[in-house]
C-alpha cells in the first residue's frame, strides 16, 4: 500500500524530528527517509511525503493524514492533494459555506461531515474565538468554540455512527464515495436553513480531485455545483471551513464518549496497535465491532487474529 500526501515545509521538520531515531539513507531528491512499525515514510523536497507499506494506517492517523478506504491504490490516494484550484481575489472576506470531515483515518467512532455558514458580517466574531484547524485544538478548546459557534452560524452536520458506516460502505465500498455523499447533503442542508440568503461560494475541504467527487455523487438528485470550489487546506482558505472542522470534531468528541460508554472501556483515535488491542478486547468479551467501528479497516483482522490468542 502507497499514499502520497502534500505538507508544509515547517510539517517535513516535524516529522524528520519525530522520526529522527529511524531514519535510513536518504534518495536523491528527498529530505528524509525512516522506516518505522514496518512503514517506510519519504519526505520530498517538493513538499510531497510517500508513506509504504501493508499496514500504513497508524502512521497516516499519527499525522491525520486521511487514508483513502481499505481497497484505494496509490493512484486513487494521490487525488487528494493534486493541486487546489486558485481561489477568487479577496476569497477569505466572502460570505462563505464550508463544509469538512473528520473520523476518515480512525478505526473507532463515526464519520462526521459538518457544514457552517458564516456570512461576512459574521468573520469578525468567528475569528475572535479563535477558530482555526480542529486537529491543532484541544478537546476543551473544541467543545468551548463548537458550542458558541452553534448558538450563531447555521449549521448543518451529517453524522454516520458505526453501524450506519459499515451498512453504507458495503454498498459503496468506497470511504471517498461516502464522504463526498454526506459533503452533498450536509451542504444542502444548509442552504435550505439560511434561504433566501445565498452563499458568495461554497467551499468543501478537498479530499479527492473536483471531477472525482463530482463522479462519486452522479445519480444523486441533487449536486452542488455553482459557486463550488475545493482547497486542500481548506480551514486556512476561510473561516467556514475552520469552523465546519470544529463542528464536526465535537460533535465526533460527543459520539466517542457515547460508545465508549458503551463499550465499557476507551475507545482510541486513529488506527495503531492500541487500536488492535482494544477492538480485541471487545471480540473477546463477545461485542460486535460493526456498533464500535469500521469494520472495513485491516485493524478488524488484525483484532480477530489478536483475540484468538486472549484467555
Known amino acids: 500500500m502507497q499514499e502520497v500526501h502534500q505538507v508544509s515545509s515547517a510539517e517535513i521538520t516535524r516529522l524528520k524530528q519525530y522520526y529522527t531515531s529511524s531514519l535510513t539513507s536518504t534518495p536523491p531528491g528527498a529530505v528524509f527517509r525512516a522506516k518505522k512499525n514496518g512503514t517506510v515514510v519519504t519526505a520530498y523536497r517538493s513538499g510531497k511525503v510517500m508513506f509504504q507499506g501493508p499496514h500504513i494506517q497508524s502512521e497516516l492517523a499519527r499525522w491525520h493524514f486521511t487514508p483513502q478506504a481499505a481497497a484505494t491504490t496509490s493512484h486513487t490516494s494521490t487525488h487528494r492533494h493534486a493541486t487546489s484550484q486558485p481561489l477568487p481575489t479577496g476569497f477569505a472576506t466572502w460570505s462563505v459555506l464550508g463544509s469538512d470531515e473528520v473520523g476518515t483515518g480512525s478505526f473507532f467512532g463515526p464519520l462526521t461531515v459538518a457544514a457552517v455558514f458564516v456570512d ?3 468573520l469578525d ?5 479563535g477558530i482555526q484547524d480542529s486537529k491543532k485544538l484541544t478537546d476543551p478548546e473544541i467543545i468551548k468554540m463548537a458550542k458558541q ?8 452536520v451529517v453524522n454516520l455512527m458505526p453501524d450506519k458506516y ?8 468506497n470511504q471517498g464515495q461516502l464522504k463526498a455523499l454526506c459533503h452533498n447533503l450536509a451542504l444542502q442542508k444548509v442552504l435550505q436553513k439560511i ?3 445565498t452563499p458568495d461560494a461554497i467551499l468543501i475541504d478537498q479530499f479527492v480531485a473536483p471531477a472525482t467527487y463530482y463522479r462519486y455523487l452522479k445519480g444523486q438528485p441533487v449536486i452542488l455545483k455553482d459557486h463550488v470550489y475545493f482547497q486542500i487546506k481548506g480551514e486556512q482558505a476561510h473561516l467556514a471551513v475552520a469552523a465546519a472542522s470544529v463542528l464536526a470534531r465535537y460533535v465526533s468528541l460527543q459520539v466517542m464518549d457515547q460508545l465508549t460508554e458503551q463499550a465499557g472501556i476507551t475507545l482510541p483515535i486513529g488506527a495503531g496497535n492500541a ?7 471487545l471480540l473477546h468479551r463477545g461485542l460486535s465491532l460493526d456498533q464500535f467501528a469500521k469494520v472495513h479497516f485491516a485493524n478488524t483482522q488484525k483484532a480477530q ?3 484468538t490468542h486472549l484467555k
Open 305 to 307: 487474529a489478536i483475540a
Open 275 to 281: 487500536v488492535d488491542q482494544i477492538a480485541a478486547k
Open 149 to 156: 459557534l452553534i448558538t450563531f452560524l447555521p449549521y448543518h
Open 120 to 122: 461576512r458580517d459574521h
Open 166 to 173: 459499515n451498512q453504507l460502505m458495503a454498498r459503496y465500498h
Open 125 to 129: 466574531t468567528v475569528k475572535a474565538l
Open 195 to 197: 434561504q433566501p440568503t
